[in-house]
């Protein structure tokens, strides 16, 4: 009887172990791929961060050097990270309320409904260079649509893109008009769907009218996913690039001189790495240490149904 115990015992571990070699060879692939393409690179550029250099030479340790010029040195660090933390607290706030706004208007049951949200929907498919250059010509202080349009009734249109100004928020603009109706629309909604009918229809029959329906009902339930769109939007507005580098170039007059263009500039205009890698995690710890006080902070305002 032991033995028989004993031999069905070998047969399931010999099968658990065929399944686990069959699972980790179907992961494999990605396994590889990320090793090779986001770990290894990301311990290079660490590695990089601590020495001093540039493609055409070999690296030389340089210890906190490269460190210590960003944080005291770099005439152009501290304004570009101020910039961009001016780009996020702007931006974020905005475009959380705009997608939240239009995922309660497409949540409603009309007629059509499918058509309308695939309508919002279809700017975030623009490729962000192919949107910031149609918004370069819509901009356009002599000849854009935006100017003309304003100009019919009767406002003098802004320079936008040229001016120091107005720089930031036409960028801000070129955002909006790609993200609202996006990815953080469509989980908004998700959102929206999923909190129950009865809560809203035992209010009503209390008495509460849309404004308390909405604060006492949906903003709580809703708390989780507007959380998860924040801590993606802070992280995404914090890497702004694609736009300011192809409509400002970072001006005028470095009005749009964010600190990914500056670490941009740094990399593949001076191939300076090593200077490049230092700014890379100095944007990585930021980035962490905004979203580590967001999750401790979350405790205090974010409901999760399931939870006591």
């Keep these: 009887m032991a033995v028989a ?21 179907w992961i494999s692939p990605w396994i590889i791929g990320f090793l090779v393409f986001t770990l290894g690179p990301m311990v290079a550029s660490l590695i990089f961060s601590f020495t001093n250099y ?3 030479n070999q690296p030389k340790w340089a210890g906190w050097q490269n460190y210590t010029y960003a944080l005291v040195e770099d005439d152009l660090f501290w304004p570009s990270l101020a910039r961009t933390f001016q780009y996020v607290a702007i931006s974020v ?28 929907y279809l700017p975030s498919l623009t490729p962000a260079a192919a949107a910031a250059i ?29 001016s120091q100004q107005w720089a930031i928020p036409a960028i801000i603009l070129i955002g909006m008009w790609t993200g609202i109706g996006g990815g953080r629309m469509i989980i908004f909604l998700a959102g929206l769907q999923g909190v129950p009918e009865e809560l809203y229809e035992a209010a009503e029959i ?5 404004w308390r329906r909405f604060r006492h009902i949906t903003l709580p339930m809703i708390s ?4 998860f769109n924040m801590i993606l939007g802070i992280i ?32 593949f205009e001076y191939f300076d790495m090593g200077y490049a890698s230092t700014l890379a995690w100095l944007m990585f710890i930021i980035i962490l240490v905004f979203t580590l006080i967001q999750l401790r902070l979350s405790d205090r305002w974010v409901f999760y149904a399931g939870a006591r």
């Design 5 to 25: 115990i004993e031999k069905s015992r070998r047969r399931i571990s010999r099968s658990a172990l065929r399944e686990n070699l069959l699972g980790y060879a």
């Design 54 to 56: 540039r493609i055409i």
């Design 93 to 120: 706030p905005i475009g959380l309320f705009g997608s939240l706004l239009l995922a309660s208007l497409l949540n409603q049951r009309v007629k059509g409904e499918s058509i309308f949200r695939t309508m919002f």
């Design 134 to 162: 149609l918004w370069v010509w819509l901009l356009n202080y002599k000849v854009g649509l935006v100017n003309y349009v304003l100009s019919l009734v009767g406002i003098q249109g802004p320079p936008w893109l040229g």
């Design 206 to 210: 209390d008495g509460a009218g849309w």
């Design 224 to 227: 989780p996913t507007i959380f």
């Design 236 to 267: 995404g507005a914090l890497q702004v690039f694609t736009t300011a580098y192809i409509t400002t170039k970072g001006g005028p007059g470095r009005a749009t001189w964010f600190f990914a263009l500056h670490l941009y500039t740094h990399a």
